[in-house]
């Protein structure tokens, strides 16, 4: 081995080596300065955060609330997410020692898999699931272990391949539903069984509901209201999606005084605590926000049905989302790969989707597709997108 090459290997380590860059950023990156383009790609609300939320971010601004706040969060908006977690989920949290408030929903995951593992624990992920989940286990030393879901299961994870993942070595269960990229949420019922398996193994069970309120005829629950289940969960939310804040950067977490004890002791030592801006926000958001959610649901539910009957209508087969906002058709009538499919629609249509396979193996013969963008701009990309598909 080369100076050079031993001086790379050992400036990095093996857990960053081990991870792949995001697949998301690639195609953003491609679509830096193209002029024309239609992004389907951002995974973020379309919407301006509402007018009564950002002044009364202003409002602290105006008073001088510039300073850092305790680790944990402001007292006010820690009882606020209390009042919250109870009001929509009869969930009881001690605002004071089970709530924790995060810069963004990616710290709150960060926190949690580094507090919970220790080197070479598995933990069980949906496949395909969100670009971060298995990379921020890895980071944390432990072993993402991937449950294939399949559209003709309507992406649900089946409690019967779960419980044939868990090993001596399971640690948890990280869920993400409503789910990203597919838009899938789970039932009641199949809940309660991965409730009686995270039991019977002595499972944590962290439940990533950032898009918990975003659904369309359904409603989800919080995994953590299921029997038993509030101490051996790790709940993880934010007002990014539901109430357009995505550049706020607050996020939570909820859950046993154990585990939230050692997410704030990591937390203090890197990011000490969230923007005191930002929590003043995220209080109105959370104490004032329901008619903005209940209005960005019903226009997201227009865009829904406007995208997924395009794509069918165009031979691409969609399965129908029922939360989040993105959709995930298949692609594997063409011929193409995902990544094939993209890059040549970027290309020569300039419209930007990702690619299934930047969200896991079974994500091969998708693209993910966002639909929190204008209705011209949704129409527009279907009818480029047919103009694409007339020319394979």
Known sequence: MSIEADLEYSRTSKRVKAIKPSGIR???DLLSGMEGAISLGVGEPDYTTPWHIREAAIFALEHGRTMYTSNSGTPELRREIAAYLNRIHELDYDWKSEIL???GVSEALDLATRAILDPGDEVIVPDPCYVSYASCITLAGGVPVSVPTYEDQSFEIN?????????PKTKAILLGFPANPTGAVMPANKLSEIAILAERHNLIVISDEIYNRLTYGVTVPSFASMPGMKERTVLLNGVSKCYSMT???IGYAA??????????KIHQYSMLCASSMGQAAAMEALKNGEEDIQAMVEDYNRRRMVMVSGFNSLGLSCFDPRGAFYAFPSVK???LSSDEFAERLLKEEKVAAVPGTAFGEQGEGYLRCCYATSMSQIEEALERIKRFLSRL
């Open 247 to 249: 550049g706020w950067r």
């Open 333 to 335: 009538s063409t011929g």
């Open 255 to 264: 859950g046993p005084q154990e585990i939230i004890a050692a997410m704030t």
């Open 159 to 167: 409690p019967m391949d779960v419980a044939r993942y868990i090993t």
């Open 101 to 103: 408030v995060t810069v």
């Open 26 to 28: 690639k195609f953003f």
